[in-house]
């Protein structure tokens, strides 16, 4: 996987967390502080109970900040795990393919316990061995015909018409 690809998942894979936890923090905040805003806009309310009300406000507001920060910390430092643990199968299967790319027979890829994609990697296996069986019937085949070839009179072993 290129690095700047890496680099582009690794940010929208933040940024899609850390959205989704300022929404429900905003959401949460929404729903608890203007309930509490529009009984202090109330006119009826006799100084007491406005300041109870606002009391109550601040309280709320000083426990559920550090709070919303906490999750979003734990928000992006959890989407860098999955990050982390959804690229490095990825980036090994990318060298598999390069190496298929290049005409090479690569040696199966090891995925961790604790990576993704091992279903992947399963499936990326039974190509490989069915690739490489595919080949050697390819190359038996070769030598097969490259023996009939031999045995055929009037064609030399050396002829091009016969060999690569």
């Known amino acids: 996987m290129q690095e700047r690809t890496r680099t582009t998942f690794r940010r929208h894979?933040?940024?899609?967390s850390a959205s989704a936890c300022i929404a429900f923090a905003s959401i949460i905040a929404i729903s608890l502080f203007m309930p509490l805003a529009f009984q202090l806009d109330r006119s009826d309310l006799s100084p007491?109970?406005?300041?109870g009300i606002a009391e109550h406000f601040l309280y709320l507001h000083a426990a559920f900040w550090p709070v919303v920060l906490?999750?979003?910390a734990s928000s992006v430092a959890t989407s860098l795990l999955?990050?982390?643990?959804?690229?490095?199968?990825?980036?090994?299967f990318e060298r598999v393919y390069r190496g298929l790319e290049r005409g090479e027979m690569p040696s199966p890829i090891t995925i961790r316990a604790h990576d993704y994609l091992s279903h992947v990697s399963h499936a990326l296996h039974q190509m490989l061995g069915a690739l490489?069986?595919?080949r050697s019937q390819r190359e038996a085949a070769a030598r097969r015909l490259a023996e009939i070839a031999d045995e055929l009179?009037?064609?030399?072993?050396?002829?091009?018409?016969v060999r690569d």
């Open 70 to 72: 906490c999750s979003l």
């Open 48 to 51: 007491e109970i406005a300041g």
């Open 13 to 16: 894979l933040v940024l899609a």
């Open 82 to 92: 999955l990050y982390k643990r959804m690229s490095a199968p990825l980036v090994r």
């Open 153 to 161: 009179p009037g064609l030399a072993p050396s002829s091009p018409q």
């Open 132 to 134: 490489a069986a595919q």
